[in-house]
Each structure stands twice: as structure tokens, then as C-alpha cells.
């Protein structure tokens, strides 16, 4: 990728789409990306939250435009494009991040509650991903793009099917386009953030650290190491890296960042295998399953150890 004015960071010159970034975590990320030289699209489906956003930015220094889109459709993703274009010449960065979550147990959810979740967070990611990616190899300077997805979508959540399905898929689209789009230049990875944000801050196990953070306390080391959990400032540097050059051989990967906890996750493999001669009958799998199957069964949801 190309860089031009001279701010001497590692994104100067660069020039940044991220998707949602009006507040919280995404705000966070727009933030440390203009600090490190990047131009950025702040996007956000409320005008004064983007607005606001990107005059937090502008204000210091850093260079910013707001563009006011619910992502999903492809006209609003390929408008994103553009206004980059049109703005800043070029686009060299995607970072997709918008969404909403619609909980509730799969008994009670409704269609428009997965329709809504999947539209944001899936559909979203695809169409602005495809816009951004096919400008990226029109240029032919290569480019970074980051998908954010959840522990959510990685083990499972209670009242989350909608989320836990996108965000899953959100990975699994990032391990395609990164064989895609490497002739390209263009990387792709997944980012899987824990921090204290709108969608984390109500769950009750979280409390007394979203407590000290409300009262401009530390969290607790137990928080920042086991649950990952911090303030989204602490994510932020994991996406101007990924987004740099010193990340040009990282891809298709999903790289997760919270409090002081970084961690590379692994993609789904094989756990046990065994064989038969001439196929498995149901009688031969229940004679095998307890002796070679059952201590290898795969937790569900997120497990944490005892507080210290």
C-alpha cells in the first residue's frame, strides 16, 4: 500500500472505512487509526453521532468525514466507498463493525429478530467487504481488511442465535477471502474484541468492572487477564496493526484482544478421529464413543476460571 502525507505513523497516508464507528468500541477504532495516519469514513446511522465522531477526530488533528448509512444493502456499501474516493482519492483500509443485537431464546425469537441481527452484522459485512475489495484490486496497491466478530460467534451464547450465526459466518467469509483476494494484496482477518461497550456492559458478571471503570477506577487484574475485559481503548491497537504493514503476512486469521489478554484463535479441526473397515453402523459408533469420543467433547459458551 501506498502512503503519502507525511504524519510519519504507520497508517499515513492511508485512507480508512470503518462501518458503525459513531461510539463505544468502533469510535475507539476510528480514533487510533486517524492517530496513526489514516484518513478515516466515520459511518454511523445517526447523523449527529457521526458527525460527532468525526469532529472528535478532526479536532486533534487527524482527518475524518462522516457518512450517515445503515450498512446491509449494497447501495449504501458501495456509497461508502465512494465518499472515501471522492474525500481522499483512494481506499485502502475496511474495517466492518456495524450492528444491533436482538436477543432473546430461540423459542421467542422472532423472524424479523434473526432477519434484522443477520441483515447487519452478515449481509453487511459481504456487500461492503465486495465493494471495498473490488476498488482494492482496481488500485492494485494491495489493502487490509478487518471483519470483527465476537467470542459469541466463536463458542455460543445464551439468547444469541442471531448473533452467534452472523458472527460465525463473519469468520468463516474471512477465511474465503483471504484465499480470494492474496493474489490482490489484500488481506483479510478477523478481529475478536472484549472490551466494555453498550452490547457487554449489561451482562452481570461483567458489573463490578464496568463499575470501576464507570468510576475512573482500574479494572481488576482477574478482568483484564481472564475475561480479557478492559476499556475499548485497549482493542484499538490490535486494528492499526492488522491494518499496517507490519501485518502484511497475516491473513485469514482471527486474532482476539481485550484488557491485557491477546490471543490468535484457531480455526474448527478434527478432535478425534477413528476408523472402520468397511463403514460405521450406529451400534459400532455407541461401542467406540466412551472409550475414544466422550473425554474429548467440546465445551459450549464461554468458561472462566474462579476469581483470584
Known amino acids: 500500500m501506498t502512503s503519502g502525507r507525511g504524519t510519519d505513523g504507520p497508517l499515513d497516508g492511508r485512507v480508512a472505512i470503518i462501518t458503525g464507528s459513531g461510539r463505544g468500541l468502533r469510535l475507539a477504532y476510528a480514533r487510533a487509526l486517524a492517530a496513526a495516519g489514516a484518513a478515516v469514513v466515520v459511518n454511523d446511522v445517526d447523523a449527529e453521532v457521526a458527525d460527532a465522531a468525526a469532529r472528535s477526530i478532526t479536532d486533534t488533528g487527524g482527518r475524518a468525514v462522516a457518512h450517515v448509512g445503515a450498512v446491509g444493502s449494497t447501495d449504501v456499501a458501495q456509497a461508502l466507498v465512494d465518499r472515501a474516493v471522492a474525500e481522499f482519492g483512494r481506499l485502502d483500509i475496511l474495517i466492518t463493525n456495524a450492528g444491533i443485537l436482538r436477543d432473546t431464546v430461540l423459542w421467542k425469537m422472532t423472524d424479523e429478530d434473526f432477519d434484522d441481527v443477520v441483515s447487519v452484522h452478515l449481509r453487511g459485512t459481504f456487500t461492503c467487504v465486495r465493494a471495498a475489495a473490488t476498488r482494492m484490486r482496481e488500485q492494485g496497491e494491495g489493502g487490509r481488511i478487518i471483519c470483527v466478530g465476537s467470542p459469541t460467534g466463536q463458542v455460543g451464547n445464551f439468547g444469541q442465535t442471531n448473533y452467534a450465526a452472523a458472527k460465525a459466518g463473519i469468520v468463516g467469509m474471512v477465511r474465503t477471502w483471504a484465499l ?19 452490547m457487554t456492559e449489561t451482562a452481570p458478571f461483567l458489573k463490578p468492572y464496568v463499575d470501576a471503570l464507570h468510576a475512573g477506577e482500574p479494572v481488576a ?46 480455526h474448527p479441526t478434527e478432535a478425534v478421529v477413528a476408523f472402520a473397515d468397511g463403514g460405521w453402523s450406529a451400534q459400532a459408533i455407541a461401542d467406540v464413543w466412551p472409550k475414544e469420543f466422550t473425554g474429548q467433547l467440546q465445551t459450549v459458551g464461554q468458561t472462566f476460571p474462579q476469581a483470584y
Open 221 to 266: 487484574p482477574y478482568a483484564r487477564r481472564e475475561l480479557s475485559f478492559g476499556p475499548p481503548e485497549d482493542v484499538a491497537g490490535l486494528l492499526v496493526f492488522l491494518a499496517s504493514d507490519a501485518a502484511a503476512d497475516v491473513n485469514g486469521q482471527a486474532v482476539g484482544l481485550g484488557g491485557d489478554r491477546l490471543a490468535l484463535w484457531s
Open 180 to 198: 480470494e483476494l492474496a493474489r490482490a494484496r489484500i488481506t483479510v482477518n478477523a478481529v475478536i474484541p472484549v472490551a466494555a461497550t453498550g
